[in-house]
């Protein structure tokens, strides 16, 4: 089974559910947790059984020890799971190389010491193709809060970049008044009263010639509570990053 399903098909039913904030634990078996001393940083994706991509704003600071990626979690009590999940841990942060603080290139990836094992709650997302666009794509990305020992789901709809120029605050937009080239941003689709995010994890979109197989979009930087305008702030991943492990390519 190639990246980008669930196991098996398990998001057939995810429209219909998606108000009861139910879905089964394979249905987006792609999202990670990661946890630096037992505390939770974030979220990720995993894109090869050896790499976890992430925000780099949640790893400010933060060194590699002692710093773990939980797959095939879902009860972060560790309670009353359906399959095992596993947890590894991280050998090398790979930073954006002009990632400042700021919300642009605001990416990273994990390189974990031993490899995921494939199974029906741990698989990898897809990555999009260079020039790929999302413009209207009704998108998904997944949270855990405080208030729930299991994940959240929320929809958005990614806008396009005039869009985000238009309604988001100046303080998201650079001195001329434009989006960054490496954002974007899209609003609540989901019908909910209130939604959460985790940043770090990914925003992944079905594929148009196959809506049971999901494309990573973008990683979830930021939330926006401003009523009828942009809601998420997203930084996304339609961009060529080379990175190099025993002689394997992995591509951004």
Not at 59 to 71: K, W
Request: aromatic share 10%.
């Amino acid at each position: 089974m190639g990246c980008g399903y669930g196991y098996p098909k398990a998001n057939a039913n995810v429209d219909k559910k998606l108000n009861e904030m139910e879905f089964q634990v394979e249905s987006f078996p792609w999202t990670v947790i990661i946890s630096k001393n037992e505390t939770i940083l974030g979220s990720g994706s995993l894109i090869t059984p050896a790499f976890v991509l992430t925000a780099a704003s949640i790893l400010i600071d933060v060194e590699s020890d002692n710093l773990y990626v939980h797959a095939g979690k879902w009860n972060i009590t560790g309670i009353t799971e359906k399959y095992f999940h596993q947890t590894h841990a991280v050998e090398a942060i790979i930073r954006h190389k002009h990632y400042d603080g700021g919300l642009d290139n605001n990416v990273a990836l994990l390189m974990v010491a031993l490899d995921f094992i494939f199974q029906p709650n741990i698989r990898t997302v897809c990555l999009p193709v260079l020039g790929a666009t999302f413009d209207y794509s009704t998108c998904l990305t997944m949270a855990w809060t405080p208030e729930s020992d299991t994940p959240h789901m929320s929809k958005f709809q990614i806008q396009p970049r005039s869009k985000c120029e238009e309604r988001l605050p100046c303080a998201y937009l650079q001195p001329n008044s434009t989006l960054d080239e490496s954002l974007m941003c899209a609003i609540d689709a989901s019908e909910q009263k209130t939604f959460s995010l985790n940043s770090g994890a990914p925003l992944f979109c079905p594929m148009p010639s196959d809506p049971n197989r999901y494309t990573q979009a973008g990683i979830v930087i930021g939330s926006i509570n401003r009523s009828n305008a942009i809601s998420g702030l997203f930084h996304g991943i339609v961009f060529a990053l080379l990175l190099r492990r025993n002689g394997n390519s992995v591509k951004l």
